[in-house]
């Protein structure tokens, strides 16, 4: 299962990213726009993803992918369990969810994601 520790793997390379404990929940943000988000718990991983996409991207893998909470759907956000995606899986969604809120000279450079 993928953990908490290993995302954070991937956001400390990313420029601008940074780490917060909101309500008890460990969030990753880049200035006040928050990417990837966990529950109390830690079993799912919450991530900004294009609302117009979301449907088709839960259709596809319900097993994977739910649509947040009913106070969250207006944000381009999703929910997956941490229990069901890979190490790869979980890189892609990140830096995707990263990319959704940076400025674009940041996620096009080609030396930004080096290390990731």
């Not at 739910?66 to 790869?88: F, G, H, K, T």
Request: charged share 30%.
């Amino acid at each position: 299962m993928i953990t908490v520790d290993d995302v954070r793997g991937v956001t400390v390379a990313l420029p601008r990213s940074y780490e917060v404990i909101v309500h008890d929940r460990i969030k990753f943000r880049v200035g006040r726009i928050v990417y990837v988000a966990f529950s109390r718990d830690e079993t799912v991983m919450g991530f900004a993803f294009p609302k117009q996409e979301r449907e088709a991207l839960i259709a596809g893998e319900p097993e994977i992918f739910r649509m947040p909470r009913l106070s969250d759907q207006r944000y381009n956000w999703v929910d997956c369990s941490m229990d069901a995606i890979d190490e790869r899986r979980m890189c892609e969604l990140v830096i995707d969810a990263w990319r959704m809120v940076v400025p674009k000279f940041l996620h096009d450079h080609p030396s930004t994601l080096h290390q990731v």
